[in-house]
């Protein structure tokens, strides 16, 4: 899985909007993932952050603008773990694999592989979904998504109805798997500081319809990023005035503002 | 397959042996039948001993096996047709709003109808031929095998259909991992209750219209007023029934919904 050279692959979003019927849910997107970035959106419930992921997963169809995915291999991270209840673990990590017609043999060697990294050992693994704790339910849907080497990873909600200490480890282990082998993550989320934790840019979305309504840069690697740093920087975008109106929050207190770019962040 | 057989012969014993409560509770069934029988005229009910020795005889003698062959003959492959088209079209339907809307009021008008109409349809068709008796079972098996086809497609989660889309798992994957396990928690039910519809309807498509069969047989004791006759055909076919349905279908259920009872 050595990737040789720089992997040049984006993804590329102009002007996608979509409707529902008479509803404008999404208008005007424009987005530009490189190869090893993690791009969050984050907004409030109902501004069209999940419709925009499964347009881009072609779960959709697209109606208006134009989305270019030039990576080779995406996959799906879900936020409820989505796992067929008749199959093992084993089996449903291995399933995308086997979608691609990958061997049975060797299927289960690579499902085995990235399991163990994921710390689901061999009885885990024979169990059935609903044997398993919520926790090990959601590693096995990362792992069932990451098993297969994607090189566009989405995340729907995919951390939030985990505990603190569940949160802390699957970041950790996408990080991990992030450093091993650069992969674009587009994710979406409600959580601002999940946001600022893991990802290099944060659009901050709007709704009615569903618009960006501004971003920020934070170009140092997530891995190496600190709670309190994680904290100020959270604090800062929730400072900011755009930010405020998109989650329907009040106006800011007017008091010194602080200064995001000291704690590293830079409005796009 | 060799794997299904294997495990199927390997929990058989261990069925069998959680069967001894059932067992105790027909055997008492059985103990009330003796008692009434001691009540009652002999031509109206006679004892299950006599009935279980006429039984004994008939098998013995040959004859009953070879009725009971053309009539399980006939039953199964009635029951094999309304299997095969009726779980088949009723997942087509299940995958379509309109159609299984559409096919609610045929299935409603089908159930509707009773079997002894169909019956003299097939008669007047198929004449005294397999093809009456055969008919009349796949008509009736032909609704609940439907139905249940229809529910299992119509109930399947719409999250694990998106899954599977953004998976990419192509159509046979599909139909395999998603469709099929999911629609056979519905279908086996539905099947087994086709199954017992089956031998009803085709030992009376027997009695009115063939010349061969169980109900042929039972059409012959009835004419001879053999009460012990009738009971013995009755006790055959309720017994073949039971076989089939807990020796075979039973095992192979849970064999397939393991996953469900682990939870």
């Known amino acids: 899985m050595a990737h040789a050279g720089v992997n040049t692959a984006a993804l590329e979003l102009a002007g996608v909007g979509h409707a529902y019927g008479a509803r404008t849910v999404l208008s005007g997107i424009d987005l530009h993932l490189p190869a090893g970035r993690i791009h969050a959106l984050v907004g409030p419930s109902g501004c069209g952050k999940t419709t925009l992921l499964h347009l881009v997963a072609g779960l959709l169809p697209l109606q208006d603008g134009t989305i270019r995915n030039g990576f080779a291999r995406s996959a799906c991270m879900f936020q409820q773990p989505r796992l067929l209840p008749w199959k093992s673990a084993l089996d449903n990590i291995a399933l995308g694999l086997k979608a691609r017609g990958v061997p049975r043999a060797a299927r289960h060697a690579q499902a085995r592989d990235q399991a163990r990294r994921f710390g689901l050992d061999d009885t885990a693994l024979a169990q059935y979904p609903q044997q398993l704790s919520g926790g090990m339910q959601s590693r096995v849907a990362l792992a069932r998504a990451l098993v297969l080497a994607p090189d ?10 985990l505990d603190v200490g569940l949160k802390a480890e699957l970041y950790r282990q996408l990080l991990a798997e992030q450093a091993r082998r650069p992969m674009g993550v587009l994710m979406i989320t409600h959580d601002l500081m999940e946001a600022v934790r893991l990802a290099h840019a944060v659009w901050v979305m709007a709704p009615a319809p569903g618009r960006i309504a501004t971003g920020f840069r934070f170009d140092d690697a997530p891995a190496q990023r ?3 740093q994680v904290y100020a920087r959270t604090a800062g975008l929730l400072e900011d005035a755009t930010v405020r109106a998109s989650f329907g929050l009040d106006a800011p207190a007017p008091a010194a503002p602080l200064a995001l770019a000291a704690v590293g962040g830079l409005r796009c | 397959m060799i794997g299904v057989v294997r495990t199927w012969l390997r929990g058989l014993p261990a069925y069998l042996w959680g069967g001894w409560g059932a067992i105790a509770s027909l055997l008492l069934l059985l103990a009330g039948w003796e008692f009434a029988s001691q009540w009652l005229d002999p031509l109206a009910l006679p004892d299950p001993r ?3 020795a006429t039984l004994h005889g008939l098998l013995t003698d040959g004859n009953a096996w070879s009725e009971l062959a053309i009539t399980g003959r006939r039953a199964l492959s009635g029951f094999a047709l309304s299997l095969g088209i009726g779980s088949a079209l009723g997942m087509l339907a299940g995958l379509s709003m309109t159609a299984s809307m559409m096919a609610r009021p045929w299935v409603t008008v089908l159930v509707g109808t009773p079997p002894i109409g169909w019956l003299v349809l097939a008669m ?8 009456t008796p055969m008919f009349t079972v796949f008509v009736a098996c032909f609704p609940p095998i439907f139905i249940g086809a229809m529910q299992g497609v119509r109930t399947l989660d719409g999250q694990l259909r998106e899954m599977a889309q953004a998976f990419a798992l192509p159509p046979l994957q599909r139909l395999f991992d998603l469709y099929l396990p999911h629609v056979l928690s519905y279908l086996f039910p539905a099947w087994i209750t086709a199954l017992g519809v089956s031998w009803k309807v085709v030992v009376m498509a027997e009695l009115l ?18 009460t012990a006759g009738s009971l013995a055909w009755i006790v055959a076919v309720v017994g073949a029934l039971l076989a089939v349905e807990y020796l075979l279908l039973e095992p192979v259920k849970r064999e ?3 996953w469900r009872t682990l939870a």
């Open chain 1, 226 to 228: 600190t709670d309190a």
């Open chain 2, 209 to 226: 219209a063939t010349a061969d069969g169980v109900g042929a047989a039972l059409a012959v004791t009835r004419s001879q007023l053999d």
């Open chain 2, 50 to 52: 006599t009935v279980l």
């Open chain 2, 124 to 131: 007047l068709w198929f004449g005294a031929s397999d093809g």
């Open chain 2, 256 to 258: 397939v919904e393991r």
């Open chain 1, 152 to 161: 566009l990873l989405l995340l729907d909600e995919a951390f939030s109805a």
